[in-house]
């Protein structure tokens, strides 16, 4: 039986390297991981689950948005904004008299 959070990770080291997952893959997997957990813990309150995972909420927002395991997760929890036009309507111009 598996004690303590040290021998539980060595035993899922061992069990990735020995089927060839590089480092960049597991540490991807677990963040995406530990951000779907953070995130369903808050119900997709990105604010509540940036503290809870010690990081600014843009860190986190940036995260959702960019990170390949969360397959598109930030868009399930909450509609993307729609950004405004650069440009400005102005008024038609009234004819000069």
Sequence with gaps: MVSSIDD?????IRELIGNGITLEQAVEAFEGKYIVAA???TRGNVTQASKALGV???TLHNKLRSQTMLNGFAESIRPAR???SAKRVSAP???SR
């Design 93 to 95: 111009k009234r004819p």
């Design 82 to 84: 729609r950004r405004l």
């Design 56 to 58: 600014h909420r843009n």
């Design 39 to 41: 995130m369903s813990a």
């Design 8 to 12: 539980r990770l060595n035993l899922i």
